[in-house]
């Protein structure tokens, strides 16, 4: 896994197997690596293109998403990848090309549980990436209030199927950044993305569900409106 994985592998130490949590609902059957990744200065364009590309030792060729920050946090991209039910970090990592390692200024990884492949290409849009290509996308990282883990994750579930989204995926952390959920929304258009907005600001002072929901169980998130570099 040029890209993600060698971003992290090259750095560690240890060795460690990581399978899906016992406690995680039975829809999240699979691992998925989670890289956000902010440029060195000058170097934006030569890391989205280097993220682009997923890496010749991929365990699941083809099963990878790279997105592009507009307008939200600090990072440039964010690369998800699926490994499958687990995954192994070894000592020996996967070393990065030398052209290649100063393009980032920092980067974050974590592993995240999640549904199987087929259904998470769909909601993205992967299935058919060509017809998809305009699609926008909304990640968003929420980490729990203690003792809050089930209802915030109940929120988050009602809150995307209530969207006007094409598509959402709720990702579970496993281990690494500091936070409990990730979301990402997809929108077939930026037209599309704008009439969602306008219409979920009449709700958002609504009891008992969406804005005000989310905030009674979530002590941290944000978002962050992106566009697809990959596939």
Request: glycine fraction near 10%; proline fraction near 5%.
């Amino acid at each position: 896994m040029k890209n993600l994985s060698a971003l992290l592998l090259v750095f560690m130490a240890v060795s460690v197997s990581i399978a899906q949590t016992a406690s995680a609902p039975a829809t999240r059957t699979e691992l998925y690596h989670v890289h956000f990744a902010k440029a060195a200065l000058g170097k934006g364009a030569e890391l989205g293109d280097f993220l682009k590309k997923q890496g010749p030792e991929a365990t699941m060729p083809g099963h990878y998403l790279a997105l592009r920050h507009q307008d939200g946090e600090d990072w440039d991209y964010v690369a998800i990848e699926h490994l499958g039910p687990k995954a192994t970090v070894t000592a020996a990592g996967t070393p990065v090309p030398p052209a290649m390692r100063d393009l980032g200024a920092w980067h974050g990884d974590t592993f995240v549980s999640g549904p199987a492949w087929a259904e998470f290409a769909k909601a993205m849009g992967l299935d058919d990436a060509a017809k998809s290509a305009k699609s926008v996308y909304v990640v968003s990282v929420y980490r729990a209030a203690p003792g809050h883990r089930e209802d915030l994750e109940k929120a988050l579930m009602q809150t995307a199927a209530g969207t006007a989204g094409t598509g959402n995926v709720l990702l579970q952390h496993v281990e690494g950044g500091p936070w409990t959920f990730l979301s990402v929304a997809r929108y077939d258009s930026w037209q599309a993305f704008a009439t969602s907005e306008e219409k979920s600001v009449p709700d958002t002072l609504k009891a008992g569900g969406g804005w005000l929901e989310l905030r009674n169980h979530s002590s941290y998130h944000n978002d962050t409106i992106t566009d697809r570099i990959a596939p």
